[in-house]
């Protein structure tokens, strides 16, 4: 029968090619999000990243293999793989033209606030605004902008103007001259990749994210506005396409690794001593 320590030392592929198959696992989980909302305006998307597991250490890199020299090497064997984080990249979206005035990109970095209903701040690249029925600037979700923009009821849409700049004008119908009706803020932060997403194209803060840097677009380094354009989700679907086969691939390793290592175990429990 195969004795214990070498038992446990094929034991070790087992288990390492199973953490290989949990890990692409969840990268396939990843790409599929990704996939999903290629159509989702302003969505960002999601980059599975991994670590090595701990190592068994048989033997240290400068131990002595003699009584005037040294090992130049280790001798580890590795554990498998772990899923370290999911990494969302907040790189430019492509820019669509809509000729909806209610419609608005940020060119650059930033996000539009959102007010919610318990009263904090929610942020979002999403810029489909819609009116509601107070006629106020609002997300797919009725989450009006915390700047408060109330277009005039008397207005027609497209004498509704948004500057670069943020300063969101309109004109009555009858007047010549437009009227301000409020100014667009956006909010940047130190590390955006650090915000908490719960779902509806929202993010919040967190303590990794950092507070928001609060100011109008085009000063201290946020981004423009750009009217009657949407921002398209940032993924590519060719590069998730090939992400997806090398994760199935790597997947499908795995688990011949896992058969190999059993078939192995089976040849060595069925030796005659």
Same mark, same amino acid.
């Given at each position: 029968?195969?004795?214990?320590?070498?038992?446990?030392?094929?034991?070790?592929?087992?288990?390492?090619?199973?953490?290989?198959?949990?890990?692409?696992?969840?990268?396939?989980?990843?790409?599929?999000?990704?996939?999903?909302?290629?159509?989702?305006?302003?969505?960002?998307?999601?980059?599975?990243?991994?670590?090595?597991?701990?190592?068994?250490?048989?033997?240290?890199?400068?131990?002595?293999?003699?009584?005037?020299?040294?090992?130049?090497?280790?001798?580890?064997?590795?554990?498998?793989?772990?899923?370290?984080?999911?990494?969302?990249?907040?790189? #430019?979206?492509? =820019?669509?033209?809509?000729? /909806? @005035?209610?419609?608005?990109?940020?060119? !650059?970095?930033?996000? *539009?606030? %959102?007010?919610?209903?318990?009263?904090?701040?929610?942020?979002?690249?999403?810029?489909?605004?819609?009116?509601?029925?107070?006629?106020?600037?609002?997300?797919?979700?009725?989450?009006?902008?915390?700047?408060?923009?109330?277009?005039?009821?008397?207005?027609?849409?497209?004498?509704?103007?948004?500057?670069?700049?943020?300063?969101?004008?309109?004109?009555?119908?009858?007047?010549?001259?437009?009227?301000?009706?409020? #100014?667009?803020? =956006?909010?940047?932060?130190? /590390? @955006?990749?650090?915000?908490?997403?719960? !779902?509806?194209?929202? *993010?919040? %803060?967190?303590?990794?994210?950092?507070?928001?840097?609060?100011?109008?677009?085009?000063?201290?380094?946020?981004?423009?506005?750009?009217?009657?354009?949407?921002?398209?989700?940032?993924?590519?679907?060719?590069?998730?396409?090939?992400?997806?086969?090398?994760?199935?691939?790597?997947?499908?390793?795995?688990?011949?690794?896992?058969?190999?290592?059993?078939?192995?175990?089976?040849?060595?429990?069925?030796?005659?001593?």
């Amino acid at each position: 029968m195969i004795e214990l320590k070498e038992f446990c030392i094929m034991m070790r592929s087992l288990w390492s090619a199973a953490s290989g198959m949990k890990a692409q696992q969840t990268n396939m989980d990843v790409v599929a999000h990704n996939l999903a909302n290629v159509n989702t305006f302003g969505n960002k998307k999601v980059r599975a990243e991994f670590q090595d597991l701990l190592y068994q250490t048989l033997r240290n890199a400068g131990a002595e293999s003699g009584a005037d020299s040294r090992y130049p090497t280790a001798l580890q064997v590795g554990l498998g793989v772990k899923v370290a984080a999911t990494q969302r990249l907040f790189t #430019q979206g492509n =820019l669509q033209s809509t000729e /909806n @005035p209610l419609d608005v990109a940020i060119e !650059g970095e930033g996000f *539009f606030r %959102v007010e919610m209903p318990d009263g904090t701040i929610a942020y979002t690249r999403d810029g489909s605004f819609k009116l509601d029925e107070q006629r106020r600037l609002v997300t797919s979700d009725g989450y009006p902008l915390a700047d408060g923009i109330t277009i005039d009821e008397n207005a027609p849409l497209d004498s509704i103007v948004i500057a670069a700049d943020g300063q969101v004008s309109n004109t009555p119908a009858g007047d010549t001259a437009a009227t301000v009706a409020g #100014q667009i803020t =956006l909010a940047r932060f130190v /590390n @955006p990749a650090g915000l908490h997403a719960r !779902g509806k194209n929202l *993010f919040t %803060v967190t303590d990794a994210s950092g507070e928001a840097l609060e100011g109008n677009p085009g000063e201290d380094g946020a981004g423009t506005l750009v009217q009657n354009v949407i921002e398209m989700s940032n993924v590519q679907v060719v590069e998730e396409m090939v992400n997806m086969i090398v994760a199935q691939r790597a997947y499908e390793s795995d688990a011949k690794a896992i058969t190999t290592s059993d078939s192995m175990l089976e040849i060595a429990n069925g030796l005659k001593r």
